[in-house]
């Protein structure tokens, strides 16, 4: 069952909101996130060619093989590393086709 966005992220609405309603967003990068922890955490832009970063990454598949398989596995790990700082909710998106590393 799919919950209501509104419920999960809090309102996205232009009006004058009570001080400790408020909510704070905060956009950081996947490597930013070791040791932080967040009540609710979107993953943002979790797509196939940007986690893992083909043009990074594939670079190295036929001339470095262990580099290839290091960079991959760096990639995975980042992810991993965000998906844990969710304590309660956690939303991941993606366009087009999602990254390899989701079990989707």
Not at 22 to 39: C, F, I, K, N, T
Not at 45 to 55: F, Q, V
Not at 74 to 89: E, M, P, Y
Request: hydrophobic residues 40%.
């Amino acid at each position: 069952m799919a919950e209501n966005p509104d419920e999960v992220f809090g309102r996205c609405v232009l009006e004058e909101v009570p001080l400790e309603r408020l909510a704070l967003a905060v956009v950081e990068r996947l490597p930013d996130r070791e040791g932080v922890e967040y009540q609710k955490l979107a993953v943002v832009g979790a797509s196939d060619g940007i986690l893992p970063r083909t043009a990074v990454v594939e670079k190295y598949k036929t001339t470095d093989s262990k580099r290839y398989e290091r960079e991959l596995k760096k990639s995975r790990n980042q992810l991993f590393v965000a998906t844990t700082r969710a304590r309660d909710a956690l939303r991941i998106s993606w366009h087009g086709k999602p990254s390899p590393f989701l079990p989707v």
